[in-house]
């Protein structure tokens, strides 16, 4: 006799599983946001460099991760680092490592726009203030920059989690792993038990990133005034 596809959500701990998927979901990507927030502000600062051969080089870098997949950079980290140079390292590392190369060439772009976008007398008033560049850039340029900074990169959180779902591919138990495991396992008593499952994942990421772009719109019309 076959159940009612929503029991499968009840049965055992399935959806203490779904939710514990989520947190590991939402771990990789906070994780990676930080991460590309910290290197990124300090690409970024690079990126106005006057000097060509370092423009060039950080312009190459953020176009090289643009145009790679994220799933063929957590191939080439995860599979490739193993087998060549004998490196064991977790699926959920090598996803926060290609996430944060991801991210922090998009901050690092953000941060780039935002510094140039900034008037040039104020560049001019600390240095005519005697401040150094590192004086100048922490007590002028970044306080600013990060207002016009964190809504973008609040969005590139919801854009993290979004993208968190290919770790499934190199082993990560996220909640996506979880409701296919789930639904395997339920696959003859339950043949509906996809509809719920994956509804229920899709209910869940919505929950969680709404609120994150609904508070990444506020921040920037909030500001903008």
Known sequence: MQDSGIQVLFQGNNLLRILQGLSVTIGISILSVLLSMMFGTVMGIIMTSHSRIVRFLTRLYLEFIRIIPQLVLLFIVYFGLARNFNINISGETSAIIVFTLW????MGD???????????????????????????YYHIIIPQVFRRLLP?????VTRMIK???????????EVTKVGQQIIDSNRLTIPTASFWIYGTILVLYFAVCFPISKLSTHLEKHWRN
């Open 152 to 156: 973008q990169a609040i969005n590139l």
């Open 103 to 106: 991210g922090t060439a998009e």
């Open 163 to 173: 993208t968190t779902s290919l770790v499934v591919l190199i082993g990560v138990v």
């Open 110 to 136: 953000l941060v780039r726009g935002a510094i140039t976008s900034l008037p040039k007398h104020q560049f001019e008033s600390g240095q005519a203030l005697g401040l150094t560049n590192v004086q100048l």
